[in-house]
């Protein structure tokens, strides 16, 4: 028995978890909050993208298209956040796709993986989910 959280219920917490910094960062920057969001999110980001998304991409290929698109707009408003400029406006864009990204993954996105995914294979993947996210995460701090 696998002692790794279900890859779906770990993203899922994961998101939680932004959604209380972005909160916290809406009211105005603070530069421990800020990191804590970057290196969370950006290894969020790079397990999903080398375990759920290439797992699903044959048959899911527009969703997972998207998703990418995501990310790749969610590390630019990182970096404009970072030096500062317009901060209000960043930040609200960051939360606003944000909440998209993460409503499209957890109703539609994680339904459809569930279908195409078998349980061992879903293991697979929340054991490999689990790795990349704490490597990174620990090696950032
Ligand atoms: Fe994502």
């Given at each position: 028995m696998s002692m790794v959280l279900n890859i779906f219920?770990?993203?899922?917490?994961?998101?939680?978890?932004?959604?209380?910094m972005l909160q916290k960062l809406s009211d105005g920057f603070d530069r421990s909050t800020f990191d804590k969001l970057d290196i969370s999110?950006?290894?969020?980001?790079?397990?999903?993208?080398?375990?759920?998304?290439?797992?699903?991409?044959?048959?899911?290929?527009?969703?997972v298209e998207r998703a990418q698109e995501d990310h790749d707009i969610m590390r630019e408003l990182l970096e404009d956040l970072e030096s500062g400029v317009e901060y209000s406006e960043t930040i609200s864009e960051l939360v606003e796709i944000i909440r998209d990204h993460v409503r499209d993954e957890e109703e539609d996105m994680f339904p459809t993986a569930r279908e195409m995914l078998d349980p061992g294979r879903i293991e697979e993947l929340s054991q490999r989910f689990n790795e990349i996210d704490e490597r990174i995460v620990q090696r950032s701090w």
């Amino acid at each position: 028995m696998s002692m790794v959280l279900n890859i779906f219920e770990h993203i899922a917490r994961e998101h939680r978890e932004m959604e209380a910094m972005l909160q916290k960062l809406s009211d105005g920057f603070d530069r421990s909050t800020f990191d804590k969001l970057d290196i969370s999110l950006q290894a969020h980001m790079m397990a999903e993208e080398r375990t759920l998304y290439p797992a699903i991409k044959s048959g899911a290929e527009d969703m997972v298209e998207r998703a990418q698109e995501d990310h790749d707009i969610m590390r630019e408003l990182l970096e404009d956040l970072e030096s500062g400029v317009e901060y209000s406006e960043t930040i609200s864009e960051l939360v606003e796709i944000i909440r998209d990204h993460v409503r499209d993954e957890e109703e539609d996105m994680f339904p459809t993986a569930r279908e195409m995914l078998d349980p061992g294979r879903i293991e697979e993947l929340s054991q490999r989910f689990n790795e990349i996210d704490e490597r990174i995460v620990q090696r950032s701090w």
